[in-house]
Structures are given as C-alpha cells and as structure tokens.
C-alpha cells in the first residue's frame, strides 16, 4: 500500500530556511504525481507545489519563489526546499501522491503522509 513519511520539519525564525523530504513506497513511484499541501491552525489544507513524473513543477503563489520543490524517482523521494520562511508558513506540511491527470490539481490527491510541523517565529 502506498506510504509516504516526511521529515525534516522544525522550528526556525523568520527568514531562516528548512529542507523537507519524502519517502516513498508501496508504489510505483516514477509514474505518479507528487506534491506538498500544508494545513496551518484553523485554515483548510492548501496545495502548494506539485512535480510531474518527469519533474514539471507547478507552486502556489504565495510560496513561488521562495520554496522549490524536486524528486528523485531512482530513490522514490521528493523534496521541499524552503526559504526566507514567514510566520504566515508556519503549518503541518504533508506529501502526497496522485496517479495521472493534472499534478497541479490539488483536489485529486488522495494519498497522504502523516505532516512534519514547521513552525516560524
């Protein structure tokens, strides 16, 4: 079944930067989606960066720019580089997966990891 467990989350100051990562199992993971959503305190879960199979990226606006997302389908993870991070970012940061049709579509992901916390002060 498909497991994905991210790492990598933490508490910095504004400005500061964080690297989150992904593993991926229980799928064939070169033929599938990838993304990262976060869910801050009392607000919905949000897409924020999505990588195609052949690693077309596609970011929300409010982290273009500062957040790069990248996959290494040989190893079956996928990354999250963060900077000059903003205590709006401050959020339980997921990974997820998806099998097909248009990676920037947020609302077709339906597999999920358990969050890192990323906390900015």
């Known amino acids: 079944h498909v497991q994905l467990v991210e790492s990598g989350g933490g508490s910095v100051q504004a400005g500061g930067s964080l690297r989150l990562t992904c593993a991926a199992s229980g799928f064939n993971f070169p033929l599938y989606c990838v993304g990262w959503f976060r869910q801050a305190p009392g607000k919905e879960r949000e897409g924020i960066a999505g990588?195609?199979?052949?690693?077309?990226?596609i970011y929300a606006n409010s982290v273009r720019g500062r957040f790069t997302m990248s996959r290494d389908n040989a190893k079956n993870t996928l990354s999250l580089q963060v900077n000059s991070l903003k205590p709006d970012d401050t959020a339980v940061y997921y990974c997820a997966a998806k099998r097909g049709g248009n990676c920037g579509d947020w609302a077709q992901y339906h597999n999920w990891g358990q969050g890192t916390q990323v906390t900015v002060s």
């Open positions: 990588a195609s199979p052949g690693s077309i990226t």
